[in-house]
């Protein structure tokens, strides 16, 4: 669960006082998830959820996307996160992973029939022990995207087919200081497509056929909270549609411009009707 306060600008150290208090349906699979369904692609989540209100309202939220919810309840509390937004659009968040840190490659291995089905797996590092979970799905043989948001073992990354990541976590996952270096990296490691998200910058895809950069659109940020998940989602859908490489990142990077220009995450995703009218 995300749960966001607007303040005008964030000072250490004092007190903060929000009139505006947000409660929506978080986490990186679910935000994706639920993007991919606004614009139009049906997605199924597999997650872990505790027996609380925080729960039960993630369930009743992904019914009322769309999303089919495949969701274990475990004896934990459902994991949060407080988001702090800023009137210029930064944001700062505080993470509790709670029940998601549970999920194990034998939750996951339960709805292997619906995985199976799947066109595409996308999976986010850093919930559960994800290098079991990793290790399992590749066994699927289905196309996987990884959200690389934590570092993993260098040898699970050989023949996965997407990956995105933004600057800092490729050069955490690395070691290097170097965007370019770091990208050579992960590509030695066997990724085969790689998404970079620099923000106002624009969008990177990187493979071994070389290198190719998409600038941002430019718009005046309201949030920019859930602007990597709608990214991730525009990559997906793109991928999906047999887009061109450069097509694909002018989608995403869409996705992620008209995700900034609202506020909250689920909520402020676009529509396909919206992403395809921006010009």
Do not use: W
């Amino acid at each position: 669960m995300d749960i966001s306060y607007q303040v005008d600008e964030v000072h250490f150290g004092e007190n903060h006082v929000s009139f505006s208090v947000d409660f929506h349906l978080g986490g990186k699979a679910a935000n994706v998830s639920v993007a991919l369904k606004k614009l139009g692609i049906q997605s199924q989540l597999i997650a872990d959820i505790g027996n609380d209100p925080f729960g039960q309202r993630i369930t009743e939220e992904l019914k009322t996307f769309g999303v089919i919810s495949l969701l274990k309840v475990k004896p934990a509390m459902t994991g949060f996160t407080f988001i702090v937004v800023e009137s210029d659009g930064t944001n700062t968040m505080f993470n509790y992973p709670g029940a998601n840190l549970l999920l194990s490659s034998e939750d996951v291995s339960n709805f292997e029939k619906e995985l199976l089905s799947s066109d595409i797996v996308f999976y986010q590092t850093g919930a559960g022990n994800h290098e079991e979970i990793i290790r399992y799905l590749k066994t699927l043989r289905k196309p996987i995207f990884l959200e690389l948001s934590e570092v993993v073992e260098i040898d699970l990354l050989d023949e996965i087919d997407f990956a995105s990541l933004n600057k800092q976590e490729a050069l955490n996952l690395t070691k290097e200081r170097d965007i370019d270096r770091a990208l050579e990296k992960l590509l030695s490691y066997g990724i085969k497509n790689i998404f970079l998200k620099l923000g106002e910058k624009g969008s990177v895809h990187a493979s071994r056929q070389g290198i190719i950069s998409k600038g941002a659109f430019k718009i005046k940020p309201v949030d920019t909270t859930g602007a990597g998940y709608s990214f991730s989602a525009g990559c997906i859908y793109g991928i999906l549609h047999d887009f061109s490489v450069e097509k694909i990142l002018e989608f995403a990077n869409k996705c992620a411009a008209i995700t900034c220009t609202r506020l909250g995450t689920v909520s402020a995703f676009p529509s396909i009707d919206e992403v395809e009218k921006l010009s």
